[in-house]
T-cell receptor, first 116, second 109 residues
């Protein structure tokens, strides 16, 4: 079974430029998460989708970040414009469902973003 | 609110046993997870505890005491490949995972 796929793996951009990350979750997983992880820290949730609906985006900086999951499968996370502080690893994860106690999340390899 | 504490870094010797502690404060609790994350890689699931007690899975065991807000991950017969960060994550009343900063475990020969 294929795992969570993310692309690109690495991205270097100059500040004020736009950037987009793509995620394909495990087949059949209804719940998709985007996390941000800084070095030496745990993941921080940006947004959670149940199928195509964003059910938790309270931590998403909506002035510059946007996300979509149009058909309830693939998802794209965009930053426009990027700032120096956005340099981090962006992780995508998926799970069968949410709203249950035992909810193992499967992570993709992440996209390491460097903003110069 | 929620708060999770775990040591920043630990060092252990190959073949030995190490215990990584995690303490938490939360108003709602739906389980505690441990994940392993090798440098530059994604976190991978290790264990889940929702009831008090010890869950054993091969060389790894995880313990939970809900009354004390305390969990630990026990790694036995340490191998060099166990060098990684170990993340404690709490599932809150909204079924959202709240992550600790992780404990970097260094294994020495």
């Amino acid at each position: 079974e294929a795992g969570v796929v993310q692309s690109p793996r690495y991205k270097i951009i100059e500040k004020k430029q736009p950037v987009a990350f793509w995620c394909n979750p495990i087949s059949g997983h209804n719940t998709l998460y985007w996390y941000l992880q800084n070095l030496g820290q745990g993941p921080e949730l940006l947004i959670r989708y149940e199928n195509e609906e964003a059910v938790d985006d309270s931590q998403l900086p909506k002035d510059r970040f946007s996300a979509e999951r149009l058909k309830g499968v693939d998802s794209t996370l965009k930053i426009q414009p990027a700032e120096l502080g956005d340099s981090a690893v962006y992780l995508c994860a998926s799970s069968l469902e949410s709203g249950v106690s035992y909810n193992e999340q499967f992570f993709g390899p992440g996209t390491r973003l460097t903003v110069l | 609110g929620q708060n999770i504490d775990q040591p920043t870094e630990m060092t252990a010797t190959e073949g030995a046993i190490v215990q990584i502690n995690c303490t938490y404060q939360t108003s709602g609790f739906n389980g505690l997870f441990w994940y392993q994350q090798h440098a530059g890689e994604a976190p991978t699931f290790l264990s889940y505890n929702v009831l008090d007690g010890l869950e054993e899975k091969g060389r790894f065991s995880s313990f939970l005491s809900r009354s004390k807000g305390y969990s630990y991950l026990l790694l036995k017969e340490l191998q060099m490949k166990d060098s990684a960060s170990y993340l404690c994550a709490l599932m809150d009343s909204n079924y959202q995972l709240i992550w600790g900063a992780g404990t970097k475990l260094i294994i020495k020969p």
